[in-house]
């Protein structure tokens, strides 16, 4: 079953701790993009890594960090630096076609307290 | 820089009425563009899409014209039911790095 997995799919941390979000991709997808939603807002994008080894900033990457050394995987981890974690987080994944359309994750949605 | 304008939700309407859900946006060129829908706790799944001027998206029974004139691409469907119910979020592709653009997106709620 080709899909996006984010796991957990509900995180709770106490302020000034490290957490690390999961998302895994069975569709052979070159592209992983992370988005933050805040409740009654849009998506606003955290981070995006087009190839393995290799991320750019997106809109709002102040306090967060990537990694991208397999292709299947994008972990993101919120850091203790940023300073309204509270959200649901959004992973997603594009292949290389002429539409380029992403297609997300179930999303996992962290408190921190 | 690139953007997109939803109408303010919630729209609200009774079973099988007609839904219209305006979408402007600004960018560079033509984008492709997409309507996304996202139901209550979950990711959002893609609706439809149109990559070129007049190209008409269809899905479910909604539809999505892509209109350069006006750089509009207003979704709409015939006949709602309540599972319709959701957020919708109109997002043109930005060229430069396959970024979608997000709006606050337009809360549908339709009661029987």
């Given at each position: 079953d080709g899909g996006i997995t984010q796991s957990p799919k509900y995180l709770f941390r106490k302020e000034g701790q490290n957490v690390t979000l999961s998302?895994?991709?069975?569709?052979?997808?070159?592209?992983?993009?992370?988005?933050r939603q805040d409740p009654?807002?849009?998506?606003?994008?955290i981070y995006y890594s087009?190839?393995?080894?290799?991320?750019?900033?997106?809109?709002?990457?102040?306090?967060?960090?990537?990694?991208?050394?397999?292709?299947?995987?994008?972990?993101l981890t919120v850091t203790s630096a940023q300073k309204n974690p509270t959200a649901f987080y959004l992973c997603a994944t594009a292949g290389t076609g002429t539409s380029y359309e992403q297609y997300f994750g179930p999303g996992t949605r962290l408190t921190v307290t | 820089?690139?953007?997109?304008?939803?109408?303010?939700?919630?729209?609200?309407?009774?079973?099988?009425?007609?839904?219209t859900i305006?979408?402007?946006y600004t960018a560079t060129g033509y984008p492709s563009l997409f309507w996304y829908v996202q139901y209550p706790g979950e990711g959002l799944q893609l609706l439809l899409k149109?990559?070129?001027?007049?190209?008409k998206g269809s899905n479910k029974g909604f539809e999505a014209t892509y209109r350069k004139e006006t750089t509009s691409f207003h979704l709409e469907k015939g006949s709602v039911q309540v599972s319709d119910s959701a957020v919708y979020f109109c997002a043109p592709l930005s060229g430069g790095y396959n970024k979608l653009i997000f709006g606050?997106?337009?809360?549908?709620?339709?009661?029987?």
């Open positions: 998302c895994e991709q069975n569709l052979n997808h070159d592209a992983m993009y992370w988005y009654g807002q849009g998506l606003r994008l087009q190839i393995v080894n290799d991320f750019q900033q997106g809109d709002i990457a102040e306090g967060y960090r990537v990694s991208r050394e397999k292709k299947e995987s994008f972990p | 820089g690139d953007s997109v304008t939803q109408m303010e939700g919630p729209v609200t309407l009774s079973e099988e009425a007609f839904l305006n979408c402007t149109a990559t070129k001027a007049d190209d606050a997106g337009t809360r549908l709620a339709v009661h029987p």
